[in-house]
């Protein structure tokens, strides 16, 4: 399993989930989220690996 959760550009938590084990991929709706640049944040289950990637917005 894989959590990914989305900060604002000012740390506030705007959206987070989970992927199941065994799925690669996940999409995620925005469409509540204004435009802008965010932080997106996913991390394996049991310390596995994690990492940053910034996402944008664009309306």
């Known amino acids: 399993e894989t959590s990914i959760t ?3 550009l000012t740390g506030q938590l705007v959206l987070q ?3 199941p084990a065994g799925e690669a991929s ?3 709706s925005v469409a509540h ?3 802008g640049v965010y932080v997106c944040r ?3 289950a049991a ?3 994690s ?3 910034k ?3 664009v309306r």
């Open 33 to 35: 989220l204004p435009a």
């Open 6 to 8: 989305l900060y604002s």
């Open 47 to 49: 310390g596995g690996a």
């Open 42 to 44: 996913w991390q394996q």
């Open 51 to 53: 990492g940053y990637v």
């Open 55 to 57: 996402v944008a917005v």
């Open 26 to 28: 996940k999409t995620i």
């Open 17 to 19: 989930t989970q992927i």
